[in-house]
């Protein structure tokens, strides 16, 4: 605005001002145009009447001068914040993980911004977290051609590294349904047991361990190799 | 009498610490000869029994490297694996073996340094307490 | 489901002192899933009896086994051909193994290596509660689906006691007062009224009090 | 001649409209008669019938109806106290029958403190029966002259019911419910935890009279003077359904430690007071267990004394 009127008097009452990246040297540019920065209160928020000759005044303790100054406004702006709508619901529909601020949770593994906390899920925007339009976009390009990566595929190759639950052990008891940090194994009634789709198994093991019948078996990193390995290994100790 | 030379087996998770132990190998450093390395995907895929096997077969000393508690990729693999170290500590004690024999740490992926300075510590501590039987 | 807790090592050590070789015997039933006396347990029993052994210079044969339960005479018989190349055997299942054990094998040592606690089940993972006491003459219906006799430390039957504290019982603050559940909930759902009837005094014959209980189906026995 | 349920000198009192005032005596751990006897001469004439505890918080103590028998050889009027925990129904009949051929005539019924309060935590318990049920069974043999099982009884008891009632324990809401089912089960009178929020127990009272429940049973409110601010603060925190106003603690600690007891004593002299004038209530309960020394004070002090003496 200040380009299109260099002497238009624009001013940005803020509670706090974050800006990530490049967005610095913006709010350098918007300073050295002129743009007043005035930070309130909690306790002393701005004042916003309608004068008698229609236009609208702004009340506001400046911190800098330590006084109150008023602004006849000809246009305000408020920045509303962002707040998640009721994703419960649909967090559960989908099986992904809501963060602490109700927000979808991005996936704990390392670079993977778009992934939400289950395989095959992706997140995109405001619905992580709240951020501008541009980095929106960027968002929404990487997990479509995410989702069109896996949709393309003939088939989808997958690690050996995961677990496999056998029916016949299986005493149906769920608790590799509750200890699964990703939700993925559930009881199959068809089978009578517990199943784990190996496309979403990440191949983590706890539920190998946590199995109190010992049903669930990981080739990559089985039970007889964790309990003859020692025996192996410590032989070659002179 | 011939100098005693512990036997140690060491667990490692396949993320901060086997990230830690490559740093280690970049930086010219190298384990005791006295320590072996079992590598899981996560720590939270060790059980009580892996831990007890170990000592069955002879190892004087057993201990875990995981990540931080905040920082597993797999969420709560090393807090499960430290629980079950707790109740197999007890147990040890009841058995009459010393339950400083067994030890879990948690290590960030950077720590080449800390990886083998673990494993000093671990082999001077086996020394002090001998063979397991 | 029963759900019983695993006995201290220490105790299971002193119960087997002197035998060389030791049968381990788990069960694929309630035990498995309280995680006490399934398969991986057997495992974990036999390692650590090794070690403690071992640890006294004592070199020791331990057998494990894990039946599909032990509460069927089948599958007791299945340690027929292996039972008598041991000197003690150690049952991980509920109450009924070992005794089923004993009465089957008569001159075979049975030692208990779990307590069996009681009827109930998981409230979260790793937690079981009781739910059920086994007194033979169901009556929930009475008290909004709950059960004062085996959730209620007196076992009232016109309750609340005057030691309600909070919504926890006088005895623990890990004990719910399971009157204070059935007053809020019957009172909510508008049932004051069975609430103020006065339930007389319980038959206790077809409880534990009554004696030993055996239970004869007629259609199904010989 | 009024028709007297069984005649005790509580029960003549509260039938003749007077304000009673009950004692409470803990019978001591062993077969020391003396003590018994020490503690009745404080309470006589003080008080018109004396609680006689029975293993009160599940410790072994002298049984109840034999420190009453003690109690009744000095002239008292013993109210015999009977808990779920140690006897079943069997029992309880029998030390019923027994209690009334020796003439004690006041009878309270309690569920008991679980066994893991005392000092037998290993103790198999019993709960045969519960409070309410046992109020019911006294009131069947008594009025009926029948046992538990309906067979008949040759000689029927003859007892002057009692049961307890905690005002402010959880589900509050429930409580004056609870209230009105003993005496519905056929409770004659009935002692309350011992008060101290006298604003929320007048609210009590005042439900309690919408009910009418006053009118089917004497309602006694219990009253325990304040040692000491400790005192205070473990009653207020410990045991359950006790509200201990800010206010009181605030009074017993500007008193001072050594005064504390003197207005511990203040205080309940004025509750006393206040409760002669609250609606539905017939009389007050004092518990000063270990402190019946100091009974004969209070009672004058509230202006008890002298007891009536009604024929």
New interface residues.
Partial sequence: MKKQNPDMDVYIINRDIRTPGFKELLYREAREKGVIFIRYELDRKPVVKESDDGTVEVIVFDPVLQKDILIKADLISLQTAIEPVSNKEMAEVFGVELDEDNFFAASPEKLMPVDSTKEGIFIAGVANYPRDIKECISQARAAASKAISLLRAEYLLKGGAVAEVDPGKCAVCCTCVRTCPFGIPYIDHSRGAAYIDPLLCKGCGICVSECPGKAIKMSYCSDEMLVQAPAVLLKQIA | MQEFKPKIVAFYCSNCASSAAEISNKLGLFLPENIKLINVPCTGRIEILHLLKAFENGADMVYVVGCQEDSCQYINGILKLKKRVAHVKNMLEQMGIEPQRLEVFSLYAGKGQDFVNIANEMLNRAKQLGPIY | MIVAEAKPIKEILEMIEGFNKILVVGCKGCVTVCNVGGAKEVAILASAIRIAEKKKGKEVEVGEITLERQCDPEYIEELKDIIQDYEAVVSLACGVGPQFISERYPEARVFPAVNTKFMGGAVEHGVWAERCAGCGQCVIHYFGGMCPIARCSKSLMNGPCGGSNHGKCEVSPEIDCIWDKIVRKMMAQGRLDELLKIRPPKSWLTARDGGPRKMVREELAK | MTEYKSGSNLEKVLKAGHFAFTGECGPPRGANVEVVRKKAQYLKGCVDAVNVTDNQTAVVRMSSWAACLILKEEGLDPNFQMV??DRN?LAMQSDILGVSAHGIKNMLCL????Q??GDHPEAK?V???????LI??VKKMRDEGKF?NGEPIDVPPKLFIGA???PF???L??RV??L??KI??GADFIQT?CIYNMKRFREFMKRVVDMGLHEKCYILAGITPLKSVGMARYMATQV??MDVPEELIKRLKEAGKKKAAEEGIKIAVEQIQELKEMEGVAGVHLMAIEWEHRVPEIAKLAGMLPRPKVE
Avoid at chain 4, 111 to 114: L, V
Avoid at chain 4, 127 to 133: M, N, P, R
């Fill in positions: 779920c925990r129904r569920s008991g403190d679980h893991r309060f318990n709960y045969d029966i519960d409070s309410i049920q019911s069974m538990l307890a009632c905690n324990a959880e589900p809401e429930f419910y609870r009105a089912k519905a089960a935890q359950p359904g």
